[in-house]
């Protein structure tokens, strides 16, 4: 049900589209089409339309409709698997740029938030805005003990505002579910679900406080990146004062050459950042555009605005580095392989079909510079592949797709000659070994110590309650599988040797846990390291399992 206030927004919608030229794309859609003799009685279109691109139009549309909407645009442009690609290149234009509100108002929300005056938090306040978004605005400001910050302000009934648009974008995705035949594969109420929580969490001022206090404590000791310091005292949900920094907006290229900064080193050191943040952090800023990142004059990269931020599941982070590395070195049936396992395509896909197709995509962009490629446009290429092979949208990977575009928009600007794929192949290595080479298991298996500890209290009576149930007869073993019911009887009469193997396992992990709780060095048995004991223990309980019974 359209509430009166959501149908005097859909009329001034409807009277943008207009001025654009929209109103024949409305028209063209299955509702609308039965309606599209009604282009030509229309008295605006007698005297020609628009001659611009679509995309051009729908982005000034956008533009025009305000915040909250070019933000959903700004989200679009991040799917080209919903979108033709003229249309996400140009929403990818998007400018979150809007009109400030008065400095006064803005004094009486935080004097509201505080619960006190101004002049008791701090001892400066500049009434005009230093920047102005569409969420919230910053303000200069100065603490009582000198510190110089910046104080950023929520919008008033900004949320009031959001709710009524994204309950208008509902409308269009149900339409757009009831009558477009794409919709099933596009999910549009997904997408409007998906931007509904992204928006709304931008409104919490403490949780992007959290974000940048996470990242700030991630690259505390490195010269890649600075994050300013979080003053937690005086934050509040929309209200947060932070280190203000002092740097050259990484657009301006000009000014960095001035200051003798190397930006060949510096396109390089934003791709580290990058992989360094997905892979070793596993949190990453997923808002990097150029109005986010600064520079300092030593060449470190300043990051601000940290209400959108990225995590990856441990399977995503191995699947994409090892899709990474099989790019990188042309062993497309290894990606293809991938997708499959991943599940980011059916099952029943022919493998050898799909080799043959992300080939021919990806074989023409290698061994040239970034002035000549575009990893956007491969992106909008391999979802136009993958779409024939049924893959589904992936929402986990949609802020990575969105942050990797903005790094190479940030180094073609810098260095166009930039190879990313050199840059980037070194660390992906460097990961996959740390990741699944010998030094990982011994790092797991000493990260697993504690949590061992903790159980094996417990492990004497529990051995006890199975060798007792194993004596009178009670013990049973349960298989889920259909395909074990087969060997069932066999394991049954095996039941003593296996419990028997089951208490060496147990005294060669406890003997494992005491000997390595002691110290960081390898622990040692008999002059040789714990690790290689536990192994040739396990090995020897394989080796008792699978024994014959003859």
């Not at 206090?213 to 209200?239: A, G, H, K, M």
């Not at 499959?340 to 099952?347: D, G, I, K, Q, T």
């Not at 949609?398 to 070194?426: C, F, H, M, S």
Request: aromatic share 10%; hydrophobic share 45%; net charge neutral.
């Amino acid at each position: 049900m359209i509430r009166p206030g959501q149908a005097l927004r859909l009329l001034h919608i409807n009277r943008i589209l207009v001025r654009h030229g929209l109103d024949e794309i409305v028209l063209a859609t299955h509702l609308f089409r039965p309606f599209r003799f009604l282009l030509y009685l229309m008295p605006w279109r007698w005297f020609g339309v628009s001659q611009e691109a679509r995309g051009v139009r729908i982005r000034c549309a956008l533009e025009d409709l305000g915040p909250i909407f070019v933000k959903f645009g700004q989200t679009l442009s991040t799917r080209p698997d919903l979108l033709p690609p003229d249309i996400a290149q140009e929403l990818a234009r998007l400018q979150d740029s809007v009109p400030p509100f008065p400095g006064l108002q803005a004094r009486v929300i935080i004097e509201q938030a505080y619960g006190r005056p101004l002049t008791e938090v701090f001892q400066f306040f500049d009434e005009t805005p230093l920047g102005s978004a569409s969420i919230a605005q910053v303000h200069v400001a100065r603490l009582h003990d000198g510190k110089e910050v910046v104080v950023k302000v929520v919008r008033p009934s900004i949320e009031k505002v959001i709710q009524r648009d994204i309950g208008l974008l509902y409308i269009v995705a149900d339409l757009a579910e009831r009558y477009w035949k794409e919709a099933r594969r596009l999910r549009p109420r997904e997408v409007v679900a998906e931007y509904e929580k992204t928006i709304l969490g931008e409104l919490d001022l403490m949780r992007e406080a959290a974000n940048a206090s996470q990242l700030r404590r991630n690259f505390l000791n490195s010269d890649l990146l600075y994050v300013p310091e979080i003053y937690w005292p005086q934050t509040r949900r929309n209200v947060m004062v932070m280190e203000r920094i002092f740097g050259t907006p990484i657009g301006d290229v000009p000014s960095l050459r001035q200051q003798g900064i190397d930006l060949k080193k510096l396109a390089e050191k934003g791709v580290e950042i990058f992989f360094t943040q997905v892979f070793r952090d596993n949190f990453f800023h997923a808002d990097m555009h150029p109005g986010n990142i600064f520079v300092s004059p030593q060449g470190r990269y300043i990051a601000v605005d940290f209400g959108i931020m990225g995590t990856l599941s441990p399977e995503d982070q191995r699947y994409l580095a090892e899709n990474l590395l099989a790019f990188f070195n042309r062993d497309y049936r290894r990606v293809a392989e991938l997708h499959v396992e991943s599940e980011w395509v059916p099952a029943g896909t022919r493998v050898d079909e799909f080799e043959s197709a992300i080939r021919s995509v990806c074989e023409p962009i290698f061994e040239r510079p970034l002035k000549d490629i575009s990893f956007g446009y491969l992106l909008l290429r391999l979802f136009q592949t993958a779409r024939r092979f049924n893959m589904e949208v992936q929402p986990q990977l949609v802020l990575l797709q969105k942050t990797l575009l903005n790094i190479e928009g940030l180094g073609r600007e810098l260095y166009p000659d930039l190879d990313l794929w050199t840059t980037a192949k070194p660390f992906l290595e460097r990961w996959m070994r740390e990741q699944f080479g010998a030094r990982a298991l011994y790092k797991n298996l000493r990260a697993q110590i504690p949590g061992w500890a903790s159980s094996l209290p417990q492990l004497p009576a529990l051995v006890h309650d199975v060798l007792q149930q194993a004596r009178d007869g009670k013990l049973r073993v349960e298989w889920q599988s259909e395909e074990l019911q087969k060997i069932r009887s066999e394991i049954k009469r095996a039941n003593q040797r296996t419990f028997g193997a089951v208490v060496g396992a147990s005294l060669i992990i406890g003997a494992a846990i005491i000997k390595g709780l002691d110290g960081n060095a390898p622990a040692m048995i008999g002059g040789a390291p714990l690790l290689t004991w536990l192994l040739g223990g396990m090995g020897i309980v394989i080796l008792f399992l699978a024994w014959p019974d003859d």
